[in-house]
C-alpha cells in the first residue's frame, strides 16, 4: 500500500518538518501521499507536490482545518486511512496534538517521536530523556507515527506530483480557536537553524536576552533557551529547548549559563558542535561540549561579538 | 463538576538512568520513583479548582504496579478526595491506559479529566490524546492556562510558535504543559489525612480491557556518547578554534 505523511504548515508556508516526515515515510512505505489540511492553503499543497519521492497530494481546504484542531484533523485522517498502512506526522505541537487521536480511532498503538526506521516495522525511539534508545517492533495494523525531524534529511524539492482536492469531514464543533500569541521574529526557527545561541537561568533577566539576541543577529542564529529561562520569563515558552521543549541539532549549538540538566540535554545533545559558556568549571554540560569556556557570561558575550567582527561578521 | 486525574509512577527526574546490560530495558531496581512531574501539575490544578468551588470531587487514578498505590497516596495528601488503582504488572502501553480510563470515565463520569501531556519515562505524550478521541471528547492539549466557564474551558496552550487559546466544550481532557502551575508540597497534617482516604482497588478485567503490548520492544541501548571535548582560555581561542571547524 502506501503511506501519508501530515504536512505541517500555517496555510501559507509548508513547513520544512513536512520534507523529513516524507524520508522517514519513505523508508516505512513507499510511495507516500502528503496530505493538505487547512484554507487557502493552494500554495503549500503546490510546495508539497514538489517533494521528491510523493506521489500524490491531497489538500482539504476548509475553515475547520485553519488551525489544525486536534477534532476535525482526527476525523478527516481517520477517512482517509483505509487507503494507507502507515500514516506519518512530524512530532511538532500539532502533530502531537492529533495524531494519537487518530492512532486511538483506528486501535492501534503510536510510536512517538521515531528518530530511525530499522525496517518497514520497527523502529528506533529515545526514551527516558533520551538516555536510552528503544527498538520497537509494530507487526500488526497500521503504523501511527510521529517523526523527530532532526533524525531525518529533509526531502528533495524536485518533484512534481498531482493534487487532488478531498471534501472535508463533518466538524462536531466540540472545540473553536480563540487567538493566539505568537513570538514574532526575523530570526531562523529554532529547529531550522544553522545555528543556534541559548540562554539558561545565568542570563538573569529577560533585559540581559537582549545580549544573546545582538548576538544570534550577527549570526544569522536562532535564540533559545532553558527550562529555567522560560519559567523565570525571561523569553516565551516556545524557546525551550529540551526533552519537553523542542529538540533541535544544529550545526553549533552555544549555551550560555546553562547547566546541563539531562531534561536539557536531551533537547540539544545532537547538536554538530557544542559551545558551553559557564562560570562554574564543574557544570555537567562541559562533559558533553566540544569546546568549553570557563568564563562569566557578561564578559563572554561582548567578547565574542568583538571576535566575530574581526573576522567580518 | 468531579475531575478525574490519572497519575503515574515513574523514576524520578533527578535519577541518572541506567540501561541494564542485556538490553532488556533500564535498571529500575532500588532507584528512586516519583510521581510523573507533570501529572504533579494536573493534580495542583485539579485542587485549585475544587478550592475555587468549581470541581466537587477530585479522582485520583493510577494504573500500576502495587507501588502505584503510593502514588496515588501522594495525590490524595495534595488535596485529591480518593483514589481508584487499577493494578497491573508489567509495561502498560498508553493506548491500553486510555482504554482503562475510558471505562472509569464511563462508570465516573467527570466533567474534566486532567493528565500530564507525557510520563518522563517513555517519552510517548498520547495517553490523554487517546483518551479523548475514545471517549469522543474534544481536548486541551499542552495547557498553560485554564479558565473553567459554563459547560466550556478556555484553554491557552503552548504550541511550536507561542500560545495559542481554544474553547473546548465538557467535558473535556486536558493535558498539562510545565507552566501551568507550580505544584504545592504536601503538608504534614495533609500526608495523615491522606492515609485515611479512601482507594479502590480495581483490575484491567474489571473494565473488559487487555493490557497485552502491541509493540514489541526488541532491545534497549545507550545512546551514542558525546565526549567532552576541550577545556579553552580565551574566547579568542574559542572562536579561532570554531573557525578551524568551519562551524563560522
Ligand atoms: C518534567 C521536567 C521537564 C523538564 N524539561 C526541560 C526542558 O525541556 N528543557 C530544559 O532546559 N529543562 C527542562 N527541565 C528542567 C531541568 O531539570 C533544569 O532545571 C533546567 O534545565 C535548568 O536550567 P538552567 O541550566 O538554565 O539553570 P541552572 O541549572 O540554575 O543553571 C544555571 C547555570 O548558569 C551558570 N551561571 C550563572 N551565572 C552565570 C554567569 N554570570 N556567567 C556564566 N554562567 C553563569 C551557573 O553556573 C549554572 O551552571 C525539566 C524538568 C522537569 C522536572
Partial sequence: MASLVIAEHDNSKLGEATAKTVTAAMQVSAPVHVLVAGSDCAGVANAAAKLAGVEKVLIADAPPYTRMLAEPMEALIVSLAPAYDAILAPATTNGKNYLPRVAAKLDVPQISEITKVVSPDTFERPIYAGNAIATVQAADGKKIITVRTTAFAAAAADGNAPIEKIDATADSGASRFVGEELSRSERPELTAAKIIVSGGRGMQSGENFKLLENLADKLHAAVGAS????????????????????????QLYIAFGISGAIQHLAGMKDSKIIVAINKDEDAPIFQIADYALVADLFQAIPEMEAELTKLGY | MKVIVPVKRVIDFNVKVRVKADGSGVDLANVKMSMNPFDEIAVEEAVRLKEKGKATEVVAVSI????????????????????????A??????????????????????????????????????????????????????????????????IEREIDGGLQTVEIK??????????LNEPRYASLPNIMKAKKKNIDQKTPADYGIDITPRLKVLKVTEPAKRQAGAKLKTMAELVGKLREAGAL
Fill in chain 2, 89 to 154: 504488572d508489567g509495561e502498560v502501553e498508553p493506548l491500553a491506559v486510555a482504554k482503562i480510563l475510558k471505562g472509569i470515565c464511563e462508570a465516573e463520569e467527570p466533567g474534566l479529566v486532567i493528565m500530564g501531556k507525557q510520563a518522563i519515562d517513555d517519552d510517548s505524550n498520547q495517553t490523554g490524546q487517546m483518551l479523548a478521541a475514545l471517549l469522543a471528547w474534544p481536548q486541551g492539549t499542552f495547557a498553560h492556562k485554564v479558565e473553567i466557564g459554563d459547560g466550556q474551558a478556555q
Fill in chain 1, 227 to 250: 527550562r529555567a529561562a522560560v519559567d523565570a520569563g525571561f523569553v516565551p515558552n516556545d524557546y525551550q529547548v529540551g526533552q519537553t521543549g523542542k529538540v533541535v541539532a544544529p
Fill in chain 2, 64 to 87: 500500576g504496579p502495587q507501588q502505584a498505590a503510593e502514588t496515588i497516596r501522594t495525590a490524595l495528601a495534595l488535596g485529591a478526595d480518593r483514589g481508584i488503582h487499577v493494578k
Fill in chain 2, 170 to 179: 465538557l467535558p473535556a481532557v486536558i493535558t498539562t504543559d510545565l507552566r
